[in-house]
């Protein structure tokens, strides 16, 4: 009998080297339900990369949802109960696919650490997906960012919460053309723009870049967000670390670090992921986390 | 090698004379009647000519590394790609358009004949006006003349067009230029070729 393993194809056996990799860091397998009520989307409808979703009536009348995402059900169902929760997915999710006009059911792994979070784990979960990149045996490049950093800086500026999304989209675009523009708009001088513009738009290497955000930073919001970069770069003693203020997420969600993974040759990134405070907050729950998601459909395919 | 997608059109060729200016000359582009590919390996580039509205889709999907597209394209689709410069070529605007006495009262909904309806339908939903989407490719002016369509939401470059058919702007939606866009994940592995390209184009542009 042929060896078992000479079965599997390249893709799947990256997911077992990944499953392997998560259980010796002591994670254990998750297993979500395909469905949840439509309202539980609809209310954390800003989380989700789109607000189309597969929806039925169950027996009893109720709108049902196939599963978009598995954070959300994993935040909510996984959250209470004091302690440490440290726990993994396979599962698909159905979300419309890259043209938008079709259904798509894409497999999704992914890592999430819940509860009495420290440092310590903060550090385990980069680690582990700096080394899910890692184990694709291809070139890969593992990009951090802080939620509090950009947000420090429009503080800073004091920049009313209503202008910030335009801003925002032009951050998240690396479009500093746009930035001016909308900071213009919104009355910002000269000089607030050149701050502005200058310390979003810093990204490349943690080793050239980490050192600017630093001496960048115009309150203790930003102080504290170039801290706990530099301790993440330190902590995975990796200099090649990009450190890109582009990567975006929402404040009502994300609460410290954020990080993106891409594989040469892909056209999206691979895996994304950050600390999610706000929306354990969001969903009543007195607990701290961190994970991300791996995206399969863009790891295997193509 | 940094592929790049241009516009096929005097956009196109424009663009290219820019970058031949600081050092990326990919050979005549009037060549690329029948070649679909012109290449430059001393300089690192390899230029494809593709229709204008598919610049942002080989990008996005990673078939060309960096590529020129209009602000129009990028507003209407959308692409998850960054935008890194403005090459301020090919300037015109975003219009709605319609019969020079037009005048919207409100009182019925107003018909729109577009070949962006993202951007018609959003400019609308903005100011909270109840409208018809009617989605066109081409002759857009042709609309009002003939009934089809209350307005227009086009571009307009000169206003000769608009002008010769008895037409004129009614609102200026938003100002349009030629944008240098990147693929998110080229950006990161080839961040060095992409940026010096950035740097020099910006330097030499107005």
């Not at chain 1, 949840?36 to 990369?49: A, D, M, P, T, V």
């Not at chain 1, 582990?128 to 291809?138: F, P, Q, R, V, W």
């Not at chain 2, 100011?127 to 003349?145: M, Y």
């Amino acid at each position: 009998m042929k060896n078992l393993l000479d079965v599997l194809s390249p893709d799947e056996l990256t997911v077992l080297r990944l499953r392997a990799l998560f259980e010796e860091s002591g994670y254990r397998r998750y297993h979500a339900s395909r469905f949840e009520e439509y309202r539980f989307y609809l209310e954390n409808q800003s989380f989700l990369r789109s607000e189309t979703l597969i929806t039925f009536n169950d027996l009893d009348g109720r709108l049902m949802a196939l599963k978009p995402d598995v954070t959300l059900s994993i935040a909510k169902n996984a959250g209470s109960g004091g302690g440490l929760k440290k726990l993994y997915y396979i599962e698909n999710v159905y979300r419309p696919n890259s043209t938008g006009r079709n259904f798509a059911e894409i497999c999704q792994m992914g890592l999430e650490c819940i509860g009495n979070v420290g440092k310590t784990e903060i550090l385990e979960v980069l680690r582990l997906a700096y080394e899910s990149l890692k184990l694709t045996e291809k070139q890969f490049r593992f990009a951090l960012s802080h939620v509090g950093y950009i947000s420090g800086l429009m503080r800073s500026l004091r920049i009313a919460p209503q202008h910030r999304t335009s801003l925002y989209d032009c951050v998240a675009s690396k479009n500093p053309h746009g930035l001016r523009q909308a900071a213009e708009q919104i009355g910002l001088s000269a000089d607030q723009i050149s701050v502005l513009t200058e310390t979003s738009m810093l990204s490349g290497p943690a080793s050239d870049v980490l050192k600017d955000a630093e001496r960048l930073c115009r309150n203790s919001e930003m102080e504290r967000a170039a801290a706990q970069l530099r301790q993440a770069v330190e902590g995975l003693g990796d200099p090649n670390i990009l450190i890109d203020f582009s990567i975006r997420g929402d404040e009502d969600y994300y609460s410290g670090l954020m990080f993106t993974g891409y594989l040469e040759g892909k056209s999206r990134f691979v895996l994304s992921g950050g600390q999610y405070d706000n929306m354990m907050k969001k969903m009543m729950q007195e607990s701290r986390a961190i994970g991300f998601a791996i995206y399969l459909d863009e790891l295997c395919g193509r | 090698m940094l592929n790049i997608a241009l516009p096929k059109g005097r956009l196109g060729e424009k663009v290219h004379d820019l970058l031949a200016s600081v050092g990326y000359a990919g050979g005549d582009l009037s060549d690329m009647g029948r070649r679909l590919v012109i290449e430059n390996e001393s300089a690192g580039v390899r230029y494809f000519l593709v229709k204008p509205s598919d610049v942002a889709i080989y990008v996005e999907h990673g078939a060309a590394n960096i590529g020129i597209v209009g602000k129009d394209i990028l507003e209407e689709d959308r692409p998850d790609v960054y935008e890194l410069l403005d090459l301020k070529l090919g300037r015109c605007r975003m219009c709605v358009a319609g019969p020079r006495d037009f005048t919207d009262d409100g009182s019925k909904v107003l018909r729109v004949a577009s070949k962006f309806t993202n951007i018609a339908s959003r400019y609308y939903t903005s100011i909270g006006r109840e409208v018809d989407i009617i989605k066109l490719n081409g002759s857009i002016e042709l609309a009002p003349l003939l009934g089809l369509s209350d307005v227009i939401v086009d571009i307009v470059e000169s206003g000769n067009t608009l002008r010769e058919n008895d037409l004129a702007v009614l609102e200026e939606i938003m100002p349009i230029s030629a944008r240098l866009i990147a693929n998110k994940v080229s950006y990161q592995f080839q961040s060095q070729e992409i940026c010096t390209l950035r740097d020099r184009l910006s330097e030499v542009i107005a």
